[in-house]
C-alpha cells in the first residue's frame, strides 16, 4: 500500500505568507518608531551628561512584564532575546558604554554578557578580575562582568569590592535563563557598575559578612536573621580576626540599611550590590 502525502493549499500558504509578510512590515516600523524616541532619550541624557545610562533593574522589570503578558506558541526564551537586543542596541545609541568580561576559557560569560547586553555593545576581555574593577573604578569600562565565587579562590573580587566605593553588583547573569547554554555546570556572573541600586518588587542583596572563623555557614545565616545562602568564603587579612562569608540575601536591603547584630558571631558587614532575582523558570505559552 503506498502513502499519498497530503496536498498543501498552495493559495492558503501564499495568503499566509502574504500576512506575515505584511506583520514583518508592521513591526519593523515600531521597531523605528521606538528608536526614534531612543534617540530623543539619548538627546535629553546627553543634556544631563548623564555618565552611564544602563538601568538594570528597569531591564528586569521590562523582561518580566513581557514574559507575565506573554502567551502563544513563541517560546519565551526567544522574546526575551528579542527585547535584549533592542534593549542593548538602544543602550549603545544613547552615549558611550563599554563592558570588560573576565576570560574563561569556554568563553561562557562573553556568552552571558553578550546574551544580557545585546550583541551591539562595545565589549572586551580581561584574564584579570581585579583589573576589571580597577577598570570600573577608574571609569575606563561601565560594567564589569565577572564569575560568580568560587571557593578556595586566592582574590576575590568580592573581597576587593569591600575597599571600592560606589562599585556594586548590579545584576546577576543569567537574568532569564537559555535552553542551549554550553556551561552544562550553570555557571553564573556578576555584572559590577558605578549605579544606583533600583529595586524591582524581587530582588537579592549581596553582602560581605566578616564572622568568627570557628563560626559555621548555618551559624552565620541564623546570626543574620536572614533567609538567603553564603556563596563563597575566604580568610580575613591579618589585620583583622575572623572569615569573610559572601551572601545573598533573598530580599532588596537598601545600600544604607542597618542590620542588627546581636551575635558576637557577626563582627561588621560590608554591602555590596542588589540586583532582580534570576527568572529560571519562564513559562512556556
Not at 578556595?152 to 535552553?179: C, H, M, Y
Request: charged content about 25%; aromatic content about 6%.
Amino acid at each position: 500500500m503506498t502513502l499519498t502525502a497530503p496536498t498543501i493549499d498552495q493559495n492558503e500558504l501564499e495568503a499566509l505568507r502574504r500576512e506575515i509578510d505584511s506583520l514583518d512590515r508592521e513591526m519593523h516600523t515600531l521597531l523605528m518608531r521606538r528608536f526614534e524616541v531612543t534617540g530623543r532619550v539619548a538627546a535629553l541624557k546627553r543634556s544631563q551628561q548623564s555618565a552611564n545610562n544602563w538601568r538594570p533593574g528597569r531591564q528586569a522589570q521590562l523582561l518580566r512584564a513581557l514574559v507575565s503578558r506573554h502567551n502563544g506558541n513563541c517560546p519565551d526564551a526567544a522574546l526575551v532575546r528579542v527585547w535584549q537586543e533592542i534593549m542593548g542596541a538602544s543602550l549603545a545609541l544613547q552615549g558611550s558604554f563599554s563592558v570588560g568580561i573576565f576570560a574563561d576559557k569556554a568563553g561562557e560569560l562573553w556568552n552571558l554578557a553578550r546574551d544580557h547586553f545585546g550583541s551591539y555593545i562595545a565589549m572586551t576581555e580581561q584574564d584579570s578580575a581585579d583589573a576589571l574593577v580597577s577598570a570600573v573604578a577608574a571609569g575606563d569600562l561601565s560594567v564589569a562582568v565577572v564569575p560568580a565565587p568560587r571557593q578556595g579562590e586566592a582574590s576575590p573580587w568580592w573581597l576587593a569590592l569591600t575597599e571600592q566605593k560606589g562599585i556594586r553588583a548590579v545584576a546577576r547573569l543569567p537574568l532569564f535563563d537559555t535552553p542551549n547554554r554550553r556551561d552544562t555546570q550553570g555557571g553564573d556572573a556578576f555584572a559590577l557598575a558605578r549605579l544606583d541600586v533600583e529595586e524591582t518588587g524581587e530582588d537579592r542583596t549581596l553582602m560581605a559578612v566578616l564572622a568568627a572563623a570557628d563560626a559555621s555557614d548555618k551559624a552565620v545565616l541564623t546570626a543574620l536573621g536572614e533567609a538567603g545562602r553564603i556563596l563563597a568564603s575566604a580568610d580575613a587579612p591579618d589585620a583583622e580576626d575572623g572569615r569573610w562569608r559572601l551572601v545573598e540575601i533573598d530580599r532588596f536591603l537598601a545600600p544604607d540599611a542597618s542590620l542588627p547584630l546581636p551575635s558576637p558571631l557577626i563582627h561588621r558587614y560590608c554591602h555590596l550590590g542588589c540586583y532582580a532575582a534570576p527568572y529560571t523558570t519562564p513559562h512556556q505559552g
